[in-house]
C-alpha cells in the first residue's frame, strides 16, 4: 500500500516536471521557430525573386525564335527584344 502511494506520487511529481518542463520548452520556442520561419520566407523570397530575373526571357516581337536572358536587339532585324510572356 505504502509503495504504491510513493509509485504513484513519483509519477504524479514526474508529470508536473514533465509539463512544467515541456511548457517551458514550448513557450520558448515559438518565437525562434516563428524568426526560423521569416528567415525561411525572407531566403525563399530572395530566391524566387533571383529565379524571376533569371527565368525572365527577352524576344523580338517579328521573330520568336530568338530567345535571350537579357534585354537587347534583334540579331536579324535590329528591332528591341521583349520580355516573354510564359
Ligand atoms: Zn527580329
Do not use: R
Not at 516563428?34 to 529565379?51: G, H, P, R
Not at 526571357?57 to 535571350?68: A, D
Amino acid at each position: 500500500m505504502n509503495i504504491k502511494k510513493i509509485i504513484k506520487w513519483s509519477i504524479f511529481i514526474l508529470f508536473i516536471i514533465y509539463a512544467a518542463w515541456k511548457f517551458l520548452a514550448t513557450g520558448n520556442k515559438p518565437s525562434e521557430k516563428l524568426q526560423n520561419i521569416n528567415f525561411s520566407n525572407e531566403k525563399e523570397k530572395v530566391a524566387s525573386a533571383k529565379k524571376k530575373v533569371q527565368s525572365e526571357t527577352y524576344t523580338c516581337p517579328l521573330h520568336y525564335e530568338i530567345i535571350v536572358d537579357e534585354p537587347g536587339i534583334c540579331p536579324k532585324c535590329g528591332k528591341t527584344l521583349v520580355p516573354k510572356a510564359d
